[in-house]
């Protein structure tokens, strides 16, 4: 998602996580597959790859809240400008990092992957060029010098690719994560710009139903924000699922030791079994008591916690966090099933929900055909 628009430092926290965003027309923010269908223009043109260069492929994984975005921006902090700091510091010269997915300020990433080409040259020879440095000698070094920075980036895994290997076109499939944590509780700290907080009770069951009509291959215009410059709206959303899960960070209390029989790490894992039906954690009362239970002095009470699950080859601009928004209003009973088949038909981003804050947002996985 290109961001052109300008943001300070800390924009990324500016966003309320206990209120949905509207969508702002004056943004030109674009969705990280948008121009998908470049990929043919990208790949088919005439390649003289410099054989001193070796392009590396790297997961990384960062907290988005101090982010103005994922690209490239002036004076704002963004994950390639990071990036591209710290591959500087490491080999001693500018190098252009190439991101598969572009997120918005704000959102999280438990893997994303880029690309970028490094001349490995002798410090005390400069024209002489040596032989590349191995993948986990660079995943150490620039994860040195992202430490020295703000510790909210991480590189987390490196190969090396052949110089034609895009690491954004080459890409097979994208996973994105949603966290909801449902409660009347303010938020606890430890979940600050972690999730999106909402007060009303959500009814599973029926966001799971609304699932079902969502996924598939389907023209997505009511979740496409105003600023996407993807030429179609047509996708393919290989799952669109909502379960529930233990909220974290989770520590048992003594109370639920003593009746579930915490006696050992395998049993404490054996009480967090899900029921793949509903999609929901059996066996443990992982909201932490009922409202009207008293938990005891200094005892938090626990939200509920769901994760909607989102996975395609591309999305369009700001489609997880409108799919969402929807699935939000459905839980509430604000919408009904047969609602979400209105607004999936107008075709228009107007008769959509409003869309899910940036917070909660986490790109899970990128899956690669590795050389």
């Known amino acids: 998602m290109t961001e052109t628009a300008k943001h300070s430092l800390d924009s990324a926290s500016a966003e309320s996580p206990t209120r949905p965003s509207k ?26 790859p410099n054989p001193r260069l070796q392009r590396y ?62 001349e490995r040259i002798s410090k005390r020879k400069p024209d002489e060029v040596l032989p590349p440095h191995e993948p986990a000698v660079v995943r150490r070094a620039v994860n040195h010098f992202l430490q020295k920075n703000e510790g909210d980036i991480m590189v987390i895994d490196v190969q090396c690719v052949p110089a034609d290997f895009h690491a954004r076109f080459k890409a097979q499939e994208r996973t994105y994560f949603y966290r909801l944590l449902s409660g009347p509780e303010p938020l606890s700290t430890f979940e600050k710009d972690r999730a999106w907080h ?5 009814d599973l069951v029926a966001m799971q139903e609304a699932c079902k009509i969502l996924v598939g291959h389907h023209d997505f215009s009511s979740f496409r924000a105003s600023g996407c410059q993807a030429k179609s709206p047509i996708r393919t959303l290989d799952e669109l699922s909502v379960s529930e899960v233990a909220s974290t960070p989770y520590f048992p209390s003594i109370i639920e030791r003593e009746k579930k029989g915490f006696q050992g790490e395998d049993s404490c894992c054996k009480n967090f079994q899900t029921d793949m039906t509903s999609g929901s954690i059996s066996d443990i009362n992982i909201s932490g008591g009922s409202y009207s239970e008293d938990l005891g002095f200094g ?12 996975r ?16 939000k209003s459905v839980g509430t009973g604000d919408l009904t099933i047969s609602d979400v088949e209105r607004v999936l038909n107008a075709k228009s981003v107007m008769a959509a929900s409003p869309m899910a804050p940036a917070c909660g947002l986490y790109l899970g996985h990128v899956n690669y055909d590795l050389p």
């Open 23 to 48: 969508i702002s027309k004056t943004q030109d923010f674009r969705d990280h597959d948008d121009d998908e269908l470049l990929e043919s223009s990208v790949v088919t043109k005439p390649m003289s």
């Open 57 to 118: 492929l790297v997961a990384i994984e960062y907290i988005g809240t101090r982010f103005s975005g994922s690209q490239k921006q002036l004076n704002c902090r963004t994950v390639v400008g990071v990036l591209e700091e710290a591959f500087h510091k490491f080999i001693g010269q500018p190098v252009s990092v190439s991101l598969s997915s572009r997120t918005d300020a704000g959102v999280h990433a438990l893997s994303n992957v880029c690309h970028v080409d490094v």
């Open 198 to 202: 909402v007060p009303e009770k959500l």
């Open 299 to 310: 005892i938090r009470r626990r939200h509920r916690c769901f994760v909607v699950t989102a």
């Open 312 to 327: 395609a080859r591309s999305f369009l601009y700001h489609q997880v966090r409108l799919l969402v928004g929807v699935l």
